[in-house]
T-cell receptor
Framework: DARVTQTPRHKVTEMGQEVTMRCQPI?????VFWYRQTMMQGLELLAY????????DSGMPKDRFSAEMPDATLATLKIQPSEPRDSAVYFC??????????FGPGTRLLVL | RKEVEQDPGPFNVPEGATVAFNCTYS??????FFWYRQDCRKEPKLLMS???SGNEDGRFTAQLNRASQYISLLIRDSKLSDSATYLC???????????FGQGTELSVKP
């Protein structure tokens, strides 16, 4: 049963520290999405890639967030420097199209 | 105005009840429509797609009214295991992105 893998599952860090979250897409999936979920805002799209090329990162704060796909088996989302308001669950989702997305288990981030 | 709006919930219903969720979307050019389910502290999972002709999957029935920009989900004979948050989702007109509603929480009680 193929699944999207995300690491770490939980992260507690102090304000100002760099945070790196990783996602391993399901083999063969060429579309990767990064979402952030909070109680107040719900599920928000931060960025997405197709065939490793960034297509849209308009939902991402550019000054501190960056998303990359160094290869087809790894997507990363970095926050530098982190702030308490970044505390959320970050989901990676992958698929063969935008309409069929399989979500990973998420990274629960707490910035103190 | 949010692009996708849902009933605020929570819905607390007894086992066996029929419950309906509603959702409206603001962009008339939206292309595709879905319901996702999210269990507590878990990731969202696709429940079903929604078509203009309406579609049914067991106890679940989804309807789309493009003229009113309205989507619904009906759950019949609700089970304890149906307790979750139900997310209404639409794609952007270009089809590239999913826009999620805030979700409606359902709690089915014995």
């Amino acid at each position: 049963d193929a699944r999207v893998t995300q690491t770490p599952r939980h992260k507690v860090t102090e304000m100002g520290q760099e945070v790196t979250m990783r996602c391993q897409p399901i083999l063969g999936h060429n579309t990767v999405f990064w979402y952030r979920q909070t109680m107040m805002q719900g599920l928000e799209l931060l960025a997405y890639f197709r065939n490793r090329a960034p297509l849209d990162d308009s939902g991402m704060p550019k000054d501190r967030f960056s998303a990359e796909m160094p290869d087809a088996t790894l997507a990363t989302l970095k926050i530098q420097p982190s702030e308490p308001r970044d505390s959320a669950v970050y989901f990676c989702a992958t698929g063969l199209s935008s309409e069929t997305q399989y979500f990973g288990p998420g990274t629960r981030l707490l910035v103190l | 105005r949010k692009e996708v709006e849902q009933d605020p919930g929570p819905f607390n219903v007894p086992e066996g009840a029929t419950v309906a969720f509603n959702c409206t979307y603001s962009n008339s050019a939206s292309q595709s429509f879905f319901w996702y389910r999210q269990d507590c502290r878990k990731e969202p999972k696709l429940l079903m797609s929604v078509y203009s002709s309406g579609n049914e999957d067991g106890r679940f029935t989804a309807q789309l009214n493009r003229a009113s920009q309205y989507i619904s989900l009906l759950i019949r004979d609700s089970k304890l295991s149906d307790s979750a948050t139900y997310l209404c989702v639409v794609t952007t007109p270009q089809g590239g992105k999913l826009i999620f509603g805030q979700g409606t929480e359902l709690s089915v009680k014995p």
